[in-house]
């Protein structure tokens, strides 16, 4: 196939058609749109009039570019153009078709197999014997060739394996035979590849199929100095990479969560990164395992084992009172000794008792209070563990001589023993070797750790069992007692250096930590896991998912130690007897390199370029082309204007025709808010509020249209920011705290409204518990809606103001409240009160809002039947208020309607007349 | 396309809302007929005048007993000497006027003929006499005239332009010309002129479609006139749309000059608009000075 860059062409002489493009072009050039024959009385006057130009009888240029690219693309959607034309692999003999398929090759292993099926379809045209070879799961036997067809039907079960291939080169060796071998690479490098390599290539060519993508590997997190270090490593190409590390761990309910997520950045060429976590110790103790945000891969995950995990441990000792002398403390040595590996409480023991520590220490601690005692009892059957010393205070006290205290292992006898002192016989005492069932079996015994003085057990039945460490001379240095699912244990010396040298020792940390007080160094070596076996408690697949492992047979320590995952040592988490350990795809040491072919070697991409027939396009873009001149040639021609013209108009209608439904709707609320007088409330989205207010104007109007004139149509709910308010004279808002301000939009609409005449009355509805300055949550949501509104200066209203008397003579404007605090614009200040007049000569305008609280809407509030919704006040003096709440509602409504009739000194006589004056 | 009884009836309706149109009465004494115009003096007629004193040559007859048995005297009643105006319609009925831009509308020649018919139903009910120019329809009264002059109207001419005729005008009787007057303005000036000689006035109604108005057209466009015989062809018709326009302006100007030289009254009609328009200002025109 002919091609031009990634274009191929099925056809290409039909290209030489584009050499006529410009003859086309001289051709088509030449010839003017044909004439329209119109039947015109007219022309009678037009005889004898010439065109000005002559330019316009050859075809526009652009109309020219348009027909011209209309047969460029036809001519070559004819030519077969296509995209990406895939030249079919050439080949003879067998194939064996290699695969890592390791973890690095897990994340895109779809694109991977794709990659291999369209290998085996070539495979198939070129009729080749084909084999496809997982290098993690090496075939029984001969090399399984097959017909490319089967191995297609068999893709679906070859899956990468969380490990890297491990003796390839030397399965190969034991096959003979010749072939050519295509090598889907994961693109790390791995032992042995190079041997495979040398070996393959005596066998037949290698190709390799290898994206340069980037690997990245989580390596185990550790712990220093209170915060959790996370790396990772990378395959060490190039550009700096930022991804995230997210921990996942149970929450206090037991679901699985991601408990924190932290960024990490990769800088340029460098192939390790490293961030931080500081965590509280409840969270990180939950974390199980590290996952490289987004990527699907076992090497981006990384189980955490008892590494990571910080025992808590309360300390507390039974010497307060000697401040200062710091290294005589009871505690100091512990503390030195566990501050590394643990974390440490200090406090009562009541308040450390609520944290549910792992271990309580009592350093020399002679009796608890009676509760403290059952409680600490309570929570060593729980599983807690207690570590008590002794000193000179249990030396000396009672405690455990003549009965067992449930808190001590064994029974003491009283007073202790010094040896070695000055005022003692025989020397001072080192320790006896460990016995075999004892916890600290195989701890090296240094020479220099001596003991002086000690507490001494009652000798006893049962407590041969219960020592786990004794001096040379038998006595029991320090014994166990197992209580519940907890242990108590007694070290017999101090744990300061008073007693013996032990805790100045190396010992004394090991001790400490084979009693689990504190945690074990990371990686345990071969010889302390000789001889025993772990059961695999999670195990980790290829993409980094956890799956039960109970099903699985348990594996040897000796495997287990070199924490290397392979066949026979999945990745995942293994149980011990009393620990875990993990086993992670990326330890600390691993590297990641990117697999380097000799440059003999051919490599490939290993993205698929399909073939795309780009024909059907070309041809439909020359019609499309055509069809468009079909409209310009009418439109040059004028055939588009005149009598035509009614077409484009259709067409336009068409296209209108949707808006013209909106339009509809709006014209139906615009026809229903004027066609007869509507009173209206600002919908303020609470549901309550808005059909109270609904109600209240309801028996508003209802009130108007039995006693005035004034005949309202059932009240309208109005959304002021997408509803046009110039309708509405009058505009009652309740506010409540939780609304939302109003847009910049309407805010702009809501101004227009009041300058242009309309009234909104605000309502916070708190004047029972709110008066004026006291800020209501109500009061300061509705001043901060009118910050931005056009409200002039507002006065109480005053006892002349026309509202008094538009309707009804009224001095008071109750709702279900009787405040007196009813605002609204204020007076002209030159406005006089003339003498002998019963009220100012105020001649101008409404008020553009009323503002209180008196919560007019429930006291006017009917509901469908025509009951009142709200009670006002009580009984006959409540129904007077709502009585007055009417008229005052009249009132506004007819102030609003009317304006300031009422003020006219025309109706002077009348009014004082009524006044009784 | 038009029968006659269509014709009629639509002329009818248009006709029935007006009063009835009486025409100018000047110079009645020259068309001695009888008409319903009062000459203000006595003469032969149906409605009263005056009685005068029976004088010897009057017949006994002719005494109005009634009245001259009041007195002693003999009375004779007077009639009002009454006569009746001559109108005269040239519809044009040449192809030009065939011509319709949209279905929706009529053909100026539809309208034409219609408010030609109209007129003349509102003049023989006024009494007038209505007849058509070049001898074809003489003037006189009657509804048997109507339908004659409506099987007239409806006839069209193959040429492509109208002229009228002055032949058979009567003096100082009135004339009504409804055409286009798109084609050569010669034969209407002279007609027009001839027709001053004699001394009659009238009315001009242009009647244009809205499309010889505005000119909508682009692009290479070939004019051809109604019958084919005219054509012009042009590239950018678009182009002469004003030039077209200015000699429209020039045309009206001219006719509207020749009807101020002669004493005629001129307007342009567009079959867009109402007939009823046209019809009141044709009532306008001629009732004027009455």
């Known amino acids: 196939m002919w091609s031009i860059g990634s274009i191929g062409f099925a056809a290409p002489w039909l290209l030489l058609g584009l050499i006529a493009l410009p003859i086309l072009w001289i051709l088509l050039r030449t010839v003017p749109p044909a004439p329209i024959r119109r039947r015109f009385p007219g022309v009678a006057l037009l005889l004898g009039l010439t065109d000005d130009e002559n330019q316009t009888d050859r075809t526009p240029w652009w109309l020219l570019l348009l027909r011209v690219l209309a047969v460029a693309a036809a001519i070559i959607g004819f030519a077969g153009p296509v995209l990406n034309p895939q030249n079919a692999r050439e080949g003879t003999g067998d194939l064996v078709i290699l695969l890592d398929g390791s973890w690095a090759g897990a994340n895109n292993w779809q694109s991977r197999i794709d990659r291999v099926e369209t290998l085996l379809v070539e495979a198939a045209l070129a009729d080749r014997r084909t084999a496809v070879i997982n290098l993690n799961d090496l075939p029984v036997g001969d090399v399984p060739f097959a017909a490319p067809s089967e191995w297609r039907n068999r893709l679906p079960n070859i899956l990468p394996q969380p490990w890297q291939p491990r003796d390839a080169a030397a399965w190969f060796a034991q096959n003979d035979g010749s072939f050519e071998t295509y090598w889907i690479s994961d693109g790390l490098d791995w032992d042995g590849r190079s041997d495979l390599l040398a070996e393959l290539e005596t066998r037949g060519s290698v190709t390799v199929f290898q994206t340069p993508r980037q690997t990245i590997g989580l390596r185990p997190a550790r712990f220093e100095n209170g915060e959790v270090i996370v790396s990772a490593t990378r395959t060490p190409i190039g550009n700096p990479l930022e991804t995230s590390i997210t921990a996942v761990g149970l929450d206090p309910a037991g679901v699985e969560r991601q408990l924190v997520t932290v960024p990490l950045g990769f800088n340029a060429g460098e192939p390790v990164a490293e961030t931080v976590m500081v965590l509280p110790p409840e969270l990180r103790n939950r974390i199980t395992r590290f996952e490289v945000t987004g990527t699907r891969s076992a090497g981006a995950v990384s189980l955490t084992d008892d590494a990571l995990k910080r025992r808590e441990v309360a300390l507390i000792a039974g010497r307060d009172e000697r401040e200062g002398l710091e290294l005589l403390s009871p505690l100091y040595y512990l503390r030195e000794a566990l501050e590394p590996t643990a974390d440490i409480i200090d406090g009562t023991l009541s308040d450390i008792l609520l944290a549910n520590p792992d271990v309580i220490i009592l350093a020399d601690v002679a009796s608890l209070a009676g509760s403290e005692g059952e409680t600490v009892l309570e929570w060593v059957e729980n599983g807690g563990m207690l570590l008590r010393f002794a000193g000179p205070r249990l030396a000396a006290s009672d405690q455990g001589r003549n009965q067992i205290d449930p808190l001590l292992p064994v029974r003491l006898r009283s007073g202790g023993r010094s040896v070695g002192g000055a005022m003692s016989w025989g020397e001072p005492k080192t320790l006896a070797p460990f016995s075999t069932e004892s916890p600290f079996f195989g701890l090296p015994i240094p020479d220099d750790v001596t003991v002086t003085s000690q507490v001494m057990a009652q000798p006893d039945p049962t407590l041969a069992d219960r020592v786990i460490a004794q001096l040379s001379d038998g006595t029991p240095l320090v014994t166990r007692n197992l209580v519940g699912e907890g242990q108590i244990v007694l070290v017999h010396v101090t744990a300061n250096a008073e007693w013996s040298t032990l805790p100045l020792s190396g010992l004394f940390v090991q001790m400490l930590e084979r009693l689990a007080v504190s945690t074990r160094p990371t990686n345990p070596d071969e010889t302390e896991l000789a001889g025993t076996t772990w059961l695999p408690n999670e195990v980790m697949d290829a993409y980094g998912r956890l799956e039960d492992g109970s099903a699985l047979p348990g594996v040897a320590g000796e495997v287990l130690a070199g924490r290397v995952p392979g066949p026979d040592l999945l990745p995942g988490l293994y149980t011990g007897a009393d620990r875990q350990i993990a086993v992670n795809v990326i330890d600390t040491e691993t590297v990641l390199n990117v697999a380097q072919w000799p440059a003999r070697i051919a490599v490939e991409g290993m993205q698929i370029v399909r073939e795309t027939a780009l024909k059907g396009w070309l041809l439909s873009a020359a019609v499309m082309l055509l069809l468009i001149d079909v409209i310009a040639s009418l439109a040059v021609g004028g055939r588009l204007r005149g009598p035509r013209a009614d077409v484009a108009a259709a067409l336009a209608l068409l296209l209108m025709w949707a808006p013209d439904a909106q339009a509809q709707s709006a014209d139906d609320f615009a026809l229903r808010a004027t066609s007869e007088v509507v009173l209206a409330h600002v919908v303020t989205g609470d549901a309550e509020t808005d059909e109270i207010a609904e109600a209240g104007l309801l028996g508003l109007s209802q009130t108007l249209f039995r006693r005035t004139s004034i005949e309202p149509a059932a009240p309208i709910g109005v959304n002021i920011e997408t509803d046009e308010l110039a309708f509405f004279p009058f505009l009652y808002w309740p506010v409540t705290a939780d609304q939302p301000l109003p847009s910049r939009e309407a805010y702009a609409k809501l101004n227009r409204y009041l300058r242009t005449g309309g009234m909104i009355m605000f309502d916070t509805r708190d004047s029972d518990s709110a008066r004026f300055g006291s800020g209501s949550p109500e009061g300061q949501k509705l001043q901060a809606i009118a910050r931005s509104l056009d409200i002039p200066a507002i006065e109480r209203i005053p006892p002349d103001h026309v509202l008094t008397r538009t309707f009804y003579l009224l001095q008071d404007f109750p709702g279900r409240y009787a405040s007196r605090d009813v605002w609204v614009e204020a007076a002209p200040i030159n406005a006089e009160q003339i003498e002998g007049m019963p009220f100012r000569n105020l001649n101008d305008g409404v008020t553009p809002v009323i503002i209180g609280g008196n919560d007019w809407a429930r006291a006017w509030a009917v509901d469908d039947n025509g009951r009142r919704m709200f009670p006002v006040g009580r009984g006959m003096s409540g129904e007077r208020q709502r009585e007055i709440a009417l008229r005052f509602g009249v009132n506004v409504i007819m102030h609003v309607l009317t304006g300031n009739y009422k003020s006219d000194q025309v109706h002077v006589p009348d009014l004082l007349d009524r006044l009784g004056q | ?290």
Not at chain 2, 184 to 202: H, Q, T, Y
Not at chain 2, 275 to 290: M, P, V
Request: net charge negative; proline share 4%; with cysteine.
């Open chain 2, 1 to 290: 396309m038009t029968t006659p009884l269509t014709l009629r009836s639509q002329a009818e309706a248009l006709a029935a809302p007006l009063p009835p149109l009486l025409a100018e009465a000047e110079h009645l004494a020259s068309t001695v007929l009888l008409g319903d115009h009062g000459r203000r003096r006595a003469g032969t007629g149906d409605t009263f005048w005056q009685y005068r004193p029976a004088q010897a040559h009057d017949e006994a007859r002719s005494i109005d007993w009634r009245r001259s048995a009041r007195s002693d005297a003999n009375f004779v009643q007077d009639k009002e000497w009454q006569i009746a105006q001559s109108i005269i319609l040239w519809v044009d009925q040449a192809a030009s006027m065939s011509f319709r831009s949209d279905d929706n509308l009529p053909t100026k020649a539809a309208r034409a003929r219609t408010l030609g018919l109209a007129c003349a139903i509102l003049l023989i009910r006024g009494g007038e006499r209505v007849g058509l120019t070049g001898l074809r329809l003489p003037p006189r009264r009657g509804e048997a005239q109507l339908m004659q002059m409506a099987e007239l109207l409806s006839r069209e001419e193959e040429t492509d332009y109208g002229a009228p005729e002055a032949q058979g005008m009567l003096p100082h009787s009135r004339a009504l010309f409804v055409s286009d007057f798109l084609g050569d303005i010669k034969p209407i000036e002279e007609a027009l002129l001839r027709a001053a000689d004699r001394g009659v006035g009238g009315a001009l109604l242009q009647v244009l479609d809205p499309q010889e108005e505005a000119f909508p057209f682009d692009g290479r466009t070939i004019f051809e006139s109604m019958s084919g015989a005219l054509r012009h062809e042009t590239l950018k018709a678009g182009d002469l749309r004003s030039r077209y326009l200015d000699r429209l302006a020039e045309r009206k100007d001219r006719l509207q000059q020749l009807a101020r030289i002669t004493g005629w009254r001129f307007q342009t009609h567009h079959t867009g608009e109402s007939a009823t328009n046209a019809l009141l200002w044709l009532y306008g025109a001629l009732e004027r000075n009455t």
